[in-house]
């Protein structure tokens, strides 16, 4: 009688699916776990120990924020530093702070602002990516926007524009006016803020090329 080759082995191929199966079960068990962790929101505590987390926790925002070049990770990371005005304070709360992200984050869906803007990889592309426009240049105390709308800070700057949009004409795909508040305006900048502080592994990678984006160049 000939020998059966194994690989027309029925029970060898029932066997591997087997194992396949349960390896790939358990590593995406594993991921699963591992990515819950990388992207659970750090604490007040987090940033006043100096302990580094890829997202930090709210009061972030009494921080200073930049962007520098990692040589070891080959991309970009944001930067934590030394503590900053925002809207004039540095001692949001936990809650505050917290409160304040979660209107903002409210605002951009009620807004729709994904409808023209990408925010962490989703959205669409008919307007600027939004992931690090905390971080643009041209928000900064020599940039065109702040300088265009007048104000004395980064964070009244970009209020002022999302209230009043039309007023401030930047390029040809004009920013309508949606009826933003002063508070959801500030609500809105407070989320763009924590959201350029996230460790997206230097995306939008774009971001990273325009002048005076990154520190430390």
């Known amino acids: 009688m000939a020998k059966k080759s194994v690989w027309s ?6 066997r591997s699916a087997a194992w396949v199966t349960g390896f790939a079960s358990i590593l995406l068990i594993w991921l699963t776990f591992d990515t819950s962790v990388q992207i659970a929101m750090g604490t007040d505590a987090d940033l006043q120990n100096g302990v580094t987390k890829r997202v930090p926790g709210p009061t972030v925002i009494n921080y200073k924020i930049t962007y520098e070049m990692s040589t070891a990770r080959g991309h970009e990371v944001p930067v934590i530093g030394e503590k900053e005005l925002f809207f004039g304070r540095d001692d949001y709360s936990e809650e505050e702070a917290g409160a304040l992200l979660h209107l903002g984050k409210l605002g951009s869906q009620t807004k729709n602002c994904m409808n023209c803007h990408t925010l962490l990889g989703n959205g669409a592309y008919y307007a600027p990516d939004l992931t690090k426009a905390w971080l643009d240049p041209a928000w900064g105390p020599e940039g065109s926007m702040q300088a265009m ?6 964070e009244e700057a ?6 009043h949009p039309s007023t401030y004409p930047t390029h040809a795909r004009m920013m309508p006016n949606l009826g933003i508040t002063a508070e959801e305006a500030k609500g809105l900048v407070a989320f763009l803020k924590h959201m350029s502080s996230i460790d997206t592994n230097g995306f939008p990678r774009n971001f990273g090329k325009i002048k005076g984006a990154v520190h430390g160049k």
């Open 149 to 154: 709308t007048g104000k004395e800070t980064k």
């Open 158 to 163: 970009m209020a002022e524009f999302l209230q």
């Open 9 to 14: 082995d029925n029970r060898f191929w029932q």
